[in-house]
């Protein structure tokens, strides 16, 4: 683990840290709007273009749904209304703390997100997840 830079003061590492406590803020804000202002019921946000377009459910269908009812601390509800997207909110954490931390820390930012063969089975998964939830065998995976 790289040791803190050493001379830096309080407010440069309070200045590297500013993006990060920016998309903490944004996210919050977000995700109490969403805790408030309720998704099951009509009218308040639009609906999925994709289910509107095709009339099949998206891999985000249910995403604001779920985040509704983890705001409620209602875990069993959020996995109903979109699993996959209740799946990655620990690793999102993880990401955002991981940035928070190299930020205070004064080290550079990661270039890449993750390594490319965990970003191929993201997207493997996110495939499968996408076409299971519209299947008779997968209609559990629906919101």
Not at 25 to 41: C, I, K, L, S
Not at 47 to 68: E, I, K, S, V
Not at 126 to 136: C, G, L
């Amino acid at each position: 683990m790289a040791a803190i830079v050493p001379g830096r003061r309080g407010a440069d590492r309070l200045r590297s840290v500013l993006a990060p406590l920016g998309v903490a803020a944004a996210t919050a804000a977000a995700f109490v709007y969403v805790g408030v202002v309720d998704p099951n019921r009509p009218g308040h946000y639009p609906t999925c273009p994709f289910l509107f377009l095709t009339g099949l459910y998206c891999p985000g269908c249910g995403t604001l749904r779920a985040m509704h009812a983890l705001g409620h601390a209602d875990v069993a509800g959020a996995l109903g209304f979109n699993p996959l997207a209740v799946a990655t909110v620990p690793f999102l954490l993880f990401w955002w703390g991981r940035w928070a931390l190299r930020s205070w820390q004064g080290r550079p930012a990661r270039t890449s997100l993750a390594h490319p063969a965990y970003l191929w089975g993201l997207l493997a998964i996110v495939i499968v997840f996408w076409v299971a939830r519209n299947t008779s065998y997968g209609h559990f995976l629906a919101p």
